[in-house]
């Protein structure tokens, strides 16, 4: 799993699901405000998803 933090305090978790590679975003008190409705075979194809959703920190 990779995981980064953005400016706003959320933390981004790119991980790999039963369908492919999935990401999720937590905010700082502990909720899932935001994840990937499908899974993704490419790894950058997921990561480029993420960012379309508001990911601003490159998960490492």
């Not at 400016?7 to 492919?20: H, S």
């Not at 993704?40 to 998803?49: E, H, V």
């Amino acid at each position: 799993m990779s995981t980064c933090k953005d400016t706003t305090g959320d933390t981004w978790e790119i991980y790999m699901g039963a369908d492919g590679h999935r990401w999720r975003r937590t905010a700082a008190n502990g909720r899932i405000v935001g994840a990937a409705t499908q899974g993704y075979a490419n790894l950058q194809d997921c990561i480029d998803n993420a960012k379309r959703n508001g990911m601003t920190c490159e998960p490492s």
